[in-house]
């Protein structure tokens, strides 16, 4: 008897001699875990590094992305008259390619156009009844003028016989661009503050407007068109008074170069 008892201590004291051995971090009575079918829902913001835990993938369609930064900056909500005429034919989104460039930006602007796109973007006369001068076709808006010039390069090639106008107050008198704006313009590219102020002026019209394109590509420290803070607030002023009544009226179409990447915490409204 004491030989068995001696023989069934030292089993205890051996794991090498037990059949199940409990692994060392494994709690005693510890149920078995179902894989987490759910882990990929979980992502990081990249702008303010905070969590966001979805039920469902982020919506990422033009539209929706876009209505959802106009109502959240401004702190409204859009109409269910306005949302309907907006719905499906204001947003062109991001250019199909993966890789967003000048080139890529070119190529989608000319796709909205369709084969018209020679006679809007590149001819240089105007012509009595259907172009006015000062008024672009295209109006390209970013955050800075080194932006504002780097998206028109891809642009050069269409525009020889016309030249694009560049509107922004880095080393441009608002003088001079108003002598550039009694001549054809199809092409104008430059900040929200300077755009505004030519149009307030009458110096820059809208009459032929069909697309603006929104420079949403965040600069190296994650800010973009909608979050850098004072040219975003610039940005939905010139939006609010002169560019969304044309939205929602069907006669403008906005593009969106860039990621889509919510730049706020969205907040529930009051129904």
Known sequence: M???????????RNPRNKRKQRPPNKPRNAKKRKPDVNHNRHA???????????????PLEPFSFFLNEFQTANDVQVSSLELESMKDRCILGPPESSVQDDKSLVKHIKEAFGSSWKEVL??????????EPGSPAVLI??????????????????????????LFSKHMKVE??????????????GTPSRIKKLIDIEALGLSRLAVIVLDVQPDVKGYSLFSLPQVRDEFWDLYKSYLHPRVVE???RICLFGPLQPTRKRRKKEV
């Open 122 to 131: 590149c001819k240089g006369e105007l012509l009595e009844g259907r172009t």
């Open 2 to 12: 004491v030989g068995l008892e001696n023989a069934d201590n030292a089993s205890l």
């Open 176 to 189: 001079e661009q108003v002598q550039l704006l009694k001549n054809r313009v199809n092409i104008a590219s």
């Open 141 to 166: 808006i970013s955050t800075s003028a080194l932006r504002s010039i780097e998206l028109l390069k891809g642009f050069r090639s269409i525009t020889q016989e016309c030249h694009a106008v560049k």
């Open 44 to 58: 990081q913001n990249a702008t303010n590094g905070s969590e966001i835990i979805a039920s469902e993938p982020l």
């Open 250 to 252: 069907g006669e403008l």
